[in-house]
Structures are given as C-alpha cells and as structure tokens.
C-alpha cells in the first residue's frame, strides 16, 4: 500500500478500534524523512494552537535553527494524533491525557517536549442553566475522553452531587449526565438547536457561543485546576534521538513564541484570524486570549483562570496527578491501561525536559508546585 492508503485504513481502523489498529502505522513510517528536510507540524484550530503557529509564522522557528513547513490543519483529535502516529507531521500539539494513552496504551514513540500553553478551555452551558445540578438528565459535549476537559468536567458533576455516564441515557430523577464525544466546531451548533445541555473546550468556542448568544460560560477550567496544562507538544521519540540539535530549536523557538503571544494578544489574535491559521471570527479570537478578570463569575479570582497561559516547563507534579485523575475518568473504552502506570513514573518516561530547560536558560524558580483542585 502506498502511505496515502495505509493512512486512510488506518484511519478506519481507528474509528472503529479507538486507535488500536494504527499502532503498527507509526513503527513503519518512522524515519522516513531526511534529517535535513522541514519539520511538518499539526495542529486543531483552537486557541491552544497559538504557540507553535506564531512560532512558524513569525519565524522563530526559523531564527532558532530548525526549518517549519506550514502547520497543517486538522479537524479533529484522532485525526490528527493518526497523521502523527502515521509519520505524516513530526510535532503537534496534543491533549495531555490522550498523550499518555498513547504511550502507554498504543506504545507509541510519543515525547512531551514542553507544555504548550495553560489554561484557555471553559465550561459553556445553554442560557437557560444556572446551575449544574440542572445539567442533570442532560447530555454534556466533551471533545474527546482523554482531555484534561472529560477529567475535570466529570470532577465538577460529582462535586454537584450528579453522575457522570456513557453509553446510558441520562435520566434527571438519577441525577446523571451523559457525556459524549463531538468534535469542537459541532458543538456550538449542538447546544444551539438543544441537543446538549453544554459543553466543555478549548476556546474560541466558548467565546463563539457567547458572541452568538447561545450559551454561557459556566465555568473557566482554570478555575477549577490551576494552571493545569490542557495541551502540551509533542514530537517523535526518534526525532529527538536522531536530531537533538533540532529538538532544542523547537523548544527555543516555542518559548520566544509564547513569550511574545502572552505580552501580544490582540497583536495575536490578528495574526491567526482572517482563515490564515483559525476559522474563528476575530472578535471571539481576541476575546478568547484576553478575557476580562472577573469574566465567568471565578470561584477563585486570584487564580486568573479565565485567561490562557503560556507556562512551558512540565512540573512533574502535574503529571503524577493527572495520571491519577484519569484513574477516576469515565470513558467509552478500554482504560486499564491507567490502572497498570505509577503514576510518579509516568513523568520521567514520557517526558523530555532538557531542551525547555536550555530554552528557558536554566530551572524555573520552583522544580516543584502544589496542584490546586477545586471542582466545586
């Protein structure tokens, strides 16, 4: 077969086995490529993508040493974590959780490089719910079961004394929610017509729903995890075996990026729009980068949780309760996986920190924080 049809059997194969039949795509494919050709670089069209965006499109990759090509759009996240696998772009940024599946459940040649951003995803509700216990006999949208939003959504429900399911109609005398998967740009539309009582992403999707008057943020993630990492990016283990040189380029490029985008958000917010890099409408892109303090009624103001970050060190501590959490997660699928990592180990396997260390020019000021997880 040639690699454009492996690719599309194995993106069947992932439909209906949840990845597992793409596995031995990513083996076959690794090294393809010449060392000195351009590193190709995936990405969703959401806010979280910002980074590695202004990193290709205002040079910094470039000036770092480490030739980009245009990053490549993709529409969902088994897309394009099977474009990844398959050896078809090199770095991308990736939910966290679905990184440690992958890893682990598939035992793919994955490396976390750095964090690509924290913050920046939202809990958004049709206008008509106050409160979530009125989610209840409600469907609930998350974008995919390995995301740090199925983690902490379901951390919320339980909180407000209701049951998170799959597969199983919600029922509001049971106080359950059903949660399901859509890709983000279905979701607006979803909680529009009233197919689902909310949803929980990235933005500028909850900034979409409240331009447009059909729903509400409930609650910003950061509020309710702070600081957390919600994408982080990650390139091929072979890639920083064979070409560590290019590796630290990507991080140093990264960091330069997320340093100008966090001191730059309108400026940012420009760039991207206009369909050069994110479909959105520039008032909710700018809106999503810069939310007012106070926006989303914040349990905990101090914490700025409305307001996306760009932190790239991957405390070690995040890890190790993530990996816990997702313990805890409900999904439609195999998870025993989980059930098999320690999670104090999970960090230094997958992991690669030495090159945003160099890139940062040395340790941040703490190696260690204290995770802060309120869900109530």
């Not at 454009?4 to 076959?28: H, Y």
């Not at 979409?208 to 990016?233: L, T």
């Not at 520039?282 to 926006?295: D, E, K, M, N, W």
């Amino acid at each position: 077969m040639t690699r454009r049809v492996a690719l599309r059997a194995g993106l069947a194969l992932g439909a209906a086995g949840g990845l597992a039949g793409i596995a031995d795509l990513a083996a076959s494919d690794a090294g393809a490529r010449s060392p000195g050709e351009p590193l190709r670089i995936g990405y969703l069209p959401i806010t979280d993508a910002a980074p590695l965006l202004v990193a290709h499109e205002q040079g910094h990759f470039a000036r770092a040493g480490v030739a980009t090509q245009r990053p490549v759009l993709f529409r969902s996240w088994e897309s394009l974590a099977q474009a990844f696998l398959a050896g078809e772009v090199e770095v991308v940024h990736l939910l966290m959780p679905f990184a440690v599946q992958l890893r682990y459940a598939l035992s793919a040649p994955v490396k976390i490089l750095a964090w690509n951003h924290t913050n920046g995803s939202a809990l958004t509700v049709s206008n008509g719910v106050r409160d979530l216990r009125e989610l209840a006999g409600r469907q609930v949208a998350v974008p995919f079961w390995w995301s740090i939003h199925n983690v902490v959504v379901q951390q919320m429900l339980r909180a407000a004394g209701l049951t998170p399911v799959v597969r199983q109609a919600p029922a509001a005398d049971q106080g359950t929610v059903q949660l399901l998967v859509l890709s983000p740009a279905d979701m607006v539309p979803a909680l529009q017509v009233g197919t689902i009582g909310g949803y929980i992403v990235a933005d500028p999707f909850n900034a979409v729903a409240e331009a447009k008057n059909v729903g509400r943020i409930q609650r910003f993630v950061g509020d309710v995890w702070r600081d957390h990492a919600c994408c982080v990016v990650v390139a091929r283990e072979d890639l920083l075996d064979q070409s560590p040189d290019r590796a630290r380029a990507l991080t140093d490029g990264l960091v330069a990026a997320q340093r100008w985008v966090d001191g730059h958000r309108p400026d940012a917010a420009k760039l991207l729009s206009g369909q050069r890099y994110l479909p959105q409408p520039l008032p909710a892109i700018t809106r999503a980068l810069s939310y007012p303090a106070g926006h989303g009624a914040p349990h905990h103001p101090d914490w700025q949780g409305q307001r996306i970050g760009f932190e790239p060190y991957p405390y070690a501590s995040y890890t190790t309760s993530l990996v816990n959490a997702m313990r805890e997660t409900v999904v439609d699928g195999d998870k025993s996986f989980v059930d098999g990592l320690r999670a104090g180990e999970v960090h230094r396997d997958l992991v690669d920190d030495r090159f945003v260390r160099a890139s940062l020019g040395g340790l941040p000021a703490g190696l260690t924080r204290t995770e802060e997880v309120q869900p109530q």
